[in-house]
């Protein structure tokens, strides 16, 4: 699978380490809202808080504010979260970690192998696919990027909420305000996905791979892509030349009204497809996995549910 989250032979052996007791201090990124460690200014302790990506990463400093210090392993757009190498950083942030958010559904399986042999017995795990309950279609792959549903996503924070008032009761409350505050200000992104359903529902789209899924389909939008595409291009395998063949003819004979293109995964089959788009004055729409530097989580996707509203009135017109 292309889900290669790698620990290399250093961080193994330095996993047993951290295992074993360890009085080093990781560096921690703190994401905004998060603290710069020590003691919060309301008094207590700051809580250690580790995301596998600065999407989940960014989401509990929002909830945390002043009394967690948040470190995302994987925290740039320009980073390849299907090829991350754990490091022995993120071993040892682990070990001191009060609360880990980890992707789950095979989205960053180091993370188990790490949390397996260095979390602390008290440390709280908030796994978000296993929140979400979604499950895998009946002879389909489960769609692991659940960041991009709404519903999953306050399912999330409330859960973030909770551990965190279970690590720190004085601040129980303001936590869950925190997490409230965060889902009211969601409405939006789902007004907007409501609107395009209003609008276009039954459009036919194209993607490179299931990223945009769950937001395609609250938008009501129907994937014309052929899964032997997708599944290829999410899994690093070769596509053979009929799929790509099928799959460019999407464009050159104006089947999809749009292409919603994951500009974190390219290569030769995927500038291909975007190609492809162009040519036939397709609108393209560019996402990605991890939160762009300096915008929070709902700007980001309201950007993208705001450029999906706009390529399919664009092909309409």
Known sequence: PRRMFLATPAVLALVGLAACGSSSTPASSSQPGGSSGGASAGGGSVIQVVASTNVWGSIAARIGGEHVQVSSFISEPSQDPHSYEANTQNVLSIKKAGLVIEN?????????TMLKAAANPDTKIVNAVEISGKTAPTGGDLNEHVWYDMPTVVKVSNEIATSLGTLDQANAAQFKKNAADFAASLSPITDTLAMIKSKHSG?????TEPVPGYMLDAAGLVDKTPEEFSKAIEEGNDIAPAVLQQTTKLFSDHQVDALVYNEQTTGATTDAVKKAADEAQIPVV????????????????????DAIGAALDQAKS
């Open 203 to 207: 459009a036919p789209v194209a993607i």
């Open 286 to 305: 560019p996402v990605t996995e991890t939160l762009p530097e300096g915008k929070t989580f709902e700007q980001w996707m309201q950007t993208n549910t």
């Open 104 to 112: 789950g559904g095979g989205y960053d399986d180091f993370m188990d």
